[in-house]
């Protein structure tokens, strides 16, 4: 492509360009700023949009401690939801894992979009970053040299701006152009497709349950989490690529009863479905992390299907070593965090893969039509519950709080 010459007001250098305003993106421009380390956000969506965008609602509490102790989003201890029990509700009965006594940990319910707007106040109005939103075309280039650059339209005027820098972030999620940019050759992608879909939706409604619910039955999995006083996110199995059309109000609560029914179980608070679209259950890792001077995090490296609510935690962990590493390289520290950067973030990342798979297996088995995955499944599940050994490993697991990965 052709740039506009160097000394035009459309080129500007930072140390560092961050592709995409996400819980990544912003984390990593979050620790730059607060080491007083110049650099630029380059979001495609406008600050409304990011800040109400529903997604996540569990964080791990590791990261809530991470995000305060760095004042990424002060008191977050104090202002999440701290939960420490989960329910399974199969075979008609409601079995209560506390993971909280089995680890001393709590799971936090925070929804993403309240992140994101904390995670933007702290970068751009407390502590002056600079961040674009509604940039167009995003570009990278030269990754491969010690001079790259990052190019986008500019919204205002539709003329090219370029931004030299020594390193790109790249953490616009799974549709972002960062992943792009890495050659095939260079990047091994390992995907895996479950071959289900899930009705995700969000309802206007109370939760119906001290803690978050997963119902595990022969229609297929059902879940149940709270995202507020008045919000509560439900997800439904469905075939992949089904039409949110074929689930009217009526069907959506019918089958959210059946399979979140059980003995004692407290009946559902219906409310005006607001959200409503279904995901095809897939996840992918790419390795290495890094491409030159471009160094991926988030769901731009890897993504986890929503099932054990792991991808916005992943995202933060990366974003937690890659914001350290670059403090450290451009303030003339070593590099040795950038050289880990990549099989630090994967151990973690591959971890929670796994978890992912074994509780896709346990969530799916009993709908599959296979009466020996339905089996085996109910048999994972019921070991949970008469093995103390094998809840304590779940929780770990479950809460991310292995000791190291
Ligand atoms: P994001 O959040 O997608 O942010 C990327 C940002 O980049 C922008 N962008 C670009 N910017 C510049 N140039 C481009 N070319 C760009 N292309 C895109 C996008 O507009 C966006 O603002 O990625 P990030 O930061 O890696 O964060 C990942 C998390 O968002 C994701 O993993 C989680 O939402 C996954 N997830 C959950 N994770 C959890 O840890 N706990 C949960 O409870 C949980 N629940 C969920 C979830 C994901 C869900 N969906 C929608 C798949 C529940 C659901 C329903």
């Given at each position: 492509?052709?740039?506009?010459s160097?000394?035009?007001?459309?080129?500007?250098?930072?140390p560092?360009?961050?592709v995409?305003?996400g819980?990544?993106?912003?984390?990593?421009?979050?620790?730059?700023?607060a080491a007083?380390?110049d650099?630029?956000?380059?979001?495609?969506?406008?600050?409304?949009?990011?800040?109400?965008?529903?997604?996540?609602?569990?964080?791990e509490?590791?990261a809530?401690?991470?995000?305060?102790?760095r004042?990424?989003?002060?008191?977050l201890?104090?202002r999440?939801?701290?939960?420490?029990?989960?329910?399974f509700r199969?075979?008609?009965?409601r079995?209560?894992?506390?993971?909280?006594?089995?680890?001393g940990r709590?799971h936090y319910?925070?929804?993403?979009?309240?992140?994101?707007?904390d995670?933007v106040?702290?970068?751009?109005?407390?502590?002056?970053g600079d961040i674009?939103?509604?940039?167009?075309?995003?570009?990278l280039?030269?990754l491969?040299?010690?001079?790259?650059?990052?190019s986008?339209?500019?919204?205002?005027?539709g003329?090219?701006?370029?931004?030299?820098c020594?390193?790109?972030?790249?953490c616009?999620g799974?549709?972002?152009?960062s992943?792009q940019a890495v050659p095939?050759?260079?990047?091994?992608?390992?995907?895996?497709d479950?071959?289900?879909g899930?009705?995700a939706?969000?309802?206007?409604?109370?939760?119906?349950a001290?803690?978050?619910?997963?119902?595990?039955?022969?229609?297929?999995?059902?879940?149940?989490?709270?995202r507020?006083?008045?919000?509560?996110?439900?997800?439904?199995?469905?075939?992949p690529?089904?039409d949110?059309?074929?689930?009217?109000?009526e069907?959506?609560?019918?089958?959210?009863?059946?399979?979140?029914?059980?003995?004692?179980a407290?009946?559902?608070?219906?409310?005006r479905?607001?959200e409503k679209?279904?995901?095809?259950?897939?996840?992918?890792?790419?390795s290495?992390?890094?491409?030159?001077r471009?160094?991926?995090?988030?769901d731009?490296?890897?993504?986890t299907?929503?099932?054990a609510?792991?991808?916005m935690?992943?995202?933060?962990h990366?974003?937690?070593l890659l914001?350290?590493?670059l403090?450290a390289?451009?303030?003339?520290?070593?590099?040795?965090g950038?050289?880990?950067?990549?099989?630090?973030?994967?151990?973690?990342?591959?971890?929670?893969?796994?978890?992912?798979?074994?509780?896709?297996?346990?969530?799916?088995?009993?709908?599959?039509?296979?009466?020996?995955?339905?089996?085996t499944?109910?048999?994972?599940?019921?070991?949970?519950?008469?093995?103390?050994?094998a809840?304590?490993a779940?929780?770990?697991q479950y809460l991310?709080?292995?000791?190291?990965?």
């Open positions: 492509m052709t740039f506009p160097p000394h035009s007001a459309s080129v500007q250098r930072r560092v360009v961050v995409g305003a819980p990544a993106g912003l984390t990593v421009g979050g620790i730059l700023r007083a380390v650099c630029v956000v380059l979001e495609t969506e406008s600050r409304e949009f990011i800040e109400t965008r529903p997604r996540a609602g569990v964080i509490e590791w809530v401690r991470e995000l305060d102790r004042g990424l989003a002060a008191g201890p104090g999440a939801q701290a939960h420490d029990t989960c329910e199969f075979g008609g009965e079995h209560r894992l506390r993971y909280h006594e089995l680890t709590h319910v925070y929804p993403q979009p309240l992140l994101v707007t995670l106040r702290e970068y751009a109005d407390v502590r002056g674009r939103f509604g940039v167009r075309e995003v570009r280039h030269d491969e040299t010690d001079r790259p650059s990052v986008y339209l500019c919204p205002e005027t003329e090219r701006r370029v931004i030299r020594d390193f790109v972030a790249g616009d799974a549709r972002g152009v992943r095939a050759s260079r990047a091994a992608l390992a995907r895996h479950h071959g289900i899930w009705l939706l969000l309802a206007e409604a109370p939760p119906s001290d803690c978050v619910v997963f119902g595990v039955h022969p229609r297929g999995f059902a879940g149940h989490m709270a507020g006083p008045g919000v509560t996110r439900y997800y439904l199995q469905c075939p690529g089904d949110p059309e074929n689930w009217p109000h069907r959506v609560w019918a089958e959210l009863r059946q399979r979140l029914g059980a003995a004692g407290p009946a559902l608070t219906e409310g479905l607001i679209r279904v995901l095809d259950m897939h996840d992918y890792v790419v290495s992390m890094e491409f030159g471009l160094f991926l995090a988030g731009a490296a890897h993504l299907a929503p099932i609510a792991k991808g935690n992943l995202a933060l990366d974003a937690f914001g350290d590493a403090v390289r451009v303030t003339g520290g070593d590099g040795a950038l050289a880990g950067y990549s099989t630090a973030c994967l151990r973690r990342a591959w971890d929670y893969q796994e978890f992912s798979q074994w509780l896709s297996g346990v969530y799916h088995g009993p709908a599959s039509g296979d009466p020996y995955q339905a089996a499944s109910l048999a994972r599940l019921r070991r949970l519950f008469t093995s103390p050994a809840a304590r779940f929780a770990e991310g709080a292995g000791d190291a990965y």
